[in-house]
């Protein structure tokens, strides 16, 4: 198992310094000058200002040289200082990750808790009539956008039948109860679509396990039918499953920044939409590098679930 662990890790290396180097890549990609959004609109005709902001960024070095003294500063903690606001950028992305985990972690879990029944239910009574109604679900998840359900969200449950606010954040010291409250309409606009992926992977993967020889064996010893679903067949189904949740992490990171726009939660995904709006360099390539590196980590989450599932991919 220790073997797998530092296999595993040691890939990780190189697709750590790829992250980096993209994230480096923003600010010469997107189009705008990082020297003159420093020093504003008003003083642009200031051609000593520009030059001493361009040397003092170190933008008239070549561009490998920028990609070091970057890099060396980010494994220090400095992200730099925000071009809009002016704090420290990694300030501002420390006070904005818990409401992104917050909303992630809840639309993952909201997911879950509607995927797996509706999947096993599906997948042990085919083509019935719940067998439908959860296809129609799963398609629905995946055909309605984000933003759309969003809205519907909000007019239902805030404007028609008042028993959720609209929008705001409410943190977590200053209850649970409020905080799940306010945090509960975007995070199921958010996991809805990851909700639909995860009961078809599920459906299509247990169906298959269930007409295995061995569970046929263990019918026939006359097991229940839950202990031959849940101990024998469920198990080997969560393989793709998981697999494709680890995949959609990345989508949920991405929806993050539409959700959290429409449901003004302060979070990193508003904060990538604010910081692009505003040529914020140095805050955008913290939010891409920080939600990159969440993706990566929950990915290697990912493989060292598989080793727990299913202890045959430890000698792989």
Request: net charge positive; aromatic share 8%; proline share 6%.
């Amino acid at each position: 198992m220790s073997e797998y662990l530092l296999r595993r890790l040691v890939y990780f290396v190189p697709l750590l310094f790829l992250v980096t180097v993209v994230t480096f890549s923003v600010a010469l990609l997107l189009p705008g000058d990082p020297a003159l959004a420093y020093i504003g609109e008003a003083n642009m005709r200031d051609k000593v200002m520009y030059e001493t902001m361009r040397k003092e960024l170190g933008l008239d070095q070549p561009i490998p040289v920028q990609y070091a003294k970057w890099l060396g500063r980010v494994v220090r903690g400095d992200f730099g200082r925000s071009i809009r606001t002016r704090e420290p950028a990694l300030e501002g992305l420390l006070a904005r990750f818990p409401v992104t985990l917050q909303l992630t972690a809840m639309a993952m879990v909201i997911a879950l808790l509607l995927a797996v029944p509706v999947g096993i239910l599906s997948a042990v009574r085919p083509n019935s009539n719940a067998d439908k109604a959860g296809t129609v679900l799963a398609m629905s998840g995946v055909a309605i956008p984000d933003f759309w359900l969003g809205i519907m969200l909000i007019y239902v449950f805030s404007v028609w039948l008042k028993m959720l606010p609209p929008s705001g954040y409410v943190p977590l010291s200053q209850g649970l109860g409020p905080s799940l409250q306010a945090m509960v309409l975007p995070a199921l606009s958010l996991g809805m679509a990851l909700s639909a992926v995860v009961m078809r992977q599920l459906r299509s993967a247990l169906i298959e396990v269930l007409q295995q020889e061995y569970v046929m064996v263990a019918r026939a010893k006359g097991l229940r039918e839950t202990v031959v679903v849940g101990r024998h067949a469920l198990r080997n189904a969560l393989i793709p499953v998981v697999t494709v949740i680890g995949l959609q992490t990345g989508r949920l990171f991405g929806g993050a920044v539409v959700v959290e726009t429409i449901f003004a939660l302060p979070g990193l995904g508003r904060l990538a939409a604010d910081s692009i709006f505003f040529r914020d360099f140095p805050m955008l390539q913290g939010v891409v590098l920080i939600l990159a590196l969440a993706v990566l980590l929950a990915n290697l989450f990912t493989d060292f679930l598989y080793a727990f599932i299913d202890p045959r991919i430890r000698y792989r």
